[in-house]
């Protein structure tokens, strides 16, 4: 059973700090998602990551993918209050058509 | 274009009550999926369709829960027998392959 795991589920930043995300999987994958979702919003597509290597950046974020060590992380450079959001990665095991497993993701607040 | 939508946005039912959830996905997405989020939680998955066959329903919690799919159309998610359990916000998502999963707003279950 594919298991998605996010650390941390909490973090607490200032603004102007920079900061990490990690998503770890436990099955071969080679499609990894990161979503954003707003509080009592849904969920809206950041990054698509579809290769070993695969690095992806807009803005202050930057999502990276190791299929190898079955990890991505999401950085966050010179955080902003606007990116105060709780943030999911996503996993489709396999290279073929399957369904998405999230992890419980990380909810970050940033302060002034 | 239109985006993946949902209806109802909100439900209160009976507990015991049948209820029915609609998703229409985006035009030409042969991938649907429904989740499950309840409050201040990630999401569960439920079940996955491809066209209109669901090789993946290992989320669906009992079996007072069904889904069906017409063609690469509409999506039903059917509830029976509702219990206070059930109360969550129900996510759909529809996607193609190697793209990542667009979500609707949403329905907001509460059973009373």
């Known amino acids: 059973e594919l298991k998605v795991e996010q650390n941390p589920l909490f973090l607490s930043m200032q603004e102007g700090k920079n900061y990490t995300i990690y998503c770890n999987y436990s099955?071969?994958?080679?499609?990894l998602y990161w979503y954003r979702q707003d509080p009592g919003k849904s969920l809206e597509s950041l990054f698509v990551?579809?290769?070993?290597?695969a690095v992806k950046q807009e803005g202050r974020l930057m999502a990276s993918l190791d299929t190898k060590a079955r990890l991505s992380t999401l950085h966050i450079t010179a955080a902003v209050h606007d990116l105060s959001a709780t943030y999911f990665c996503a996993v489709a095991p396999g290279s073929s058509a399957s369904k998405i497993i999230f992890g419980s993701g990380t909810r970050l607040s940033i302060r002034p | 274009g239109a985006g993946v939508s949902q209806s109802p946005s909100n439900k209160v039912t009976e507990k015991g009550k049948d209820v029915e959830l609609r998703c229409d996905p985006i035009s030409g997405h042969t991938a649907l999926y429904w989740y499950r989020q309840r409050l201040g939680q990630g999401l569960e998955f439920l079940i996955y369709?491809?066209?209109?066959?669901?090789?993946?329903k290992s989320g669906l919690p009992s079996d007072r829960f069904s889904a069906e799919r017409t063609g690469e159309s509409v999506s039903t998610l059917t509830i029976q027998r509702t219990q206070q359990e059930d109360s969550a916000v129900y996510l759909c998502?529809?996607?193609?392959?190697?793209?990542?999963?667009?979500f609707g707003q949403g329905t907001r279950l509460t059973v009373v």
């Open positions: 998502a529809s996607g193609k392959l190697n793209t990542e999963a667009f």
């Open positions: 990551l579809l290769s070993n290597g």
């Open positions: 369709f491809q066209g209109n066959s669901a090789p993946d």
């Open positions: 099955t071969t994958s080679d499609r």
